[in-house]
């Protein structure tokens, strides 16, 4: 019993986690922003983005790992494989939309994969409170 719990402690926080460092450089950097000069910034948010990339990394781990056993083991993933598939899917989507942020040039193109990882995370969380209810 204990176990399993733990497992879901774990995902939850892995959850909690990814989602707490997107909404605070959803709303650091654009306050950065209009504060401080663009180089300053740059400078910021690239050393915040490391930092944060090593927990980010660590929170996706946790939310694999966990994820792949409680898929193993709940029923109610028994019952709907297919929100189970949908949540894994966004998992790799926001996996490749990380490494191509880390990559890609442009405020924009940034702005934008970061937002389409936070629509991501919200889609895969509300799946799996979907999940909890079944």
């Given at each position: 019993?204990?176990?399993?719990?733990?497992v879901?402690?774990?995902?939850?926080?892995?959850?909690a986690?990814?989602?707490?460092?997107?909404?605070?450089l959803?709303v650091?950097?654009?306050?950065l922003?209009r504060?401080?000069p663009?180089?300053e910034?740059?400078?910021?948010?690239?050393?915040?983005?490391?930092?944060l990339?090593?927990?980010g990394g660590?929170?996706?781990?946790?939310?694999?790992?966990?994820?792949i056993?409680?898929?193993?083991?709940?029923?109610?993933?028994?019952?709907h494989?297919?929100?189970?598939g949908?949540?894994?899917?966004?998992?790799?989507?926001?996996?490749?939309?990380?490494?191509a942020h880390?990559?890609?040039?442009?405020?924009?193109?940034?702005?934008?994969?970061?937002?389409?990882?936070?629509v991501?995370?919200?889609?895969?969380?509300?799946?799996?409170?979907w999940?909890t209810?079944?």
């Amino acid at each position: 019993m204990w176990t399993w719990t733990l497992v879901r402690f774990v995902h939850v926080t892995g959850a909690a986690a990814w989602l707490g460092i997107q909404v605070t450089l959803l709303v650091l950097v654009p306050a950065l922003r209009r504060q401080l000069p663009a180089e300053e910034v740059r400078g910021i948010v690239r050393k915040a983005g490391r930092s944060l990339a090593v927990v980010g990394g660590t929170a996706l781990l946790m939310i694999a790992a966990s994820g792949i056993a409680l898929a193993r083991h709940e029923s109610s993933a028994d019952a709907h494989p297919g929100v189970v598939g949908l949540k894994e899917g966004l998992l790799v989507a926001m996996v490749v939309l990380l490494s191509a942020h880390a990559y890609v040039r442009g405020r924009n193109a940034r702005i934008a994969a970061s937002a389409l990882m936070l629509v991501l995370t919200l889609a895969a969380i509300l799946a799996g409170a979907w999940l909890t209810q079944s």
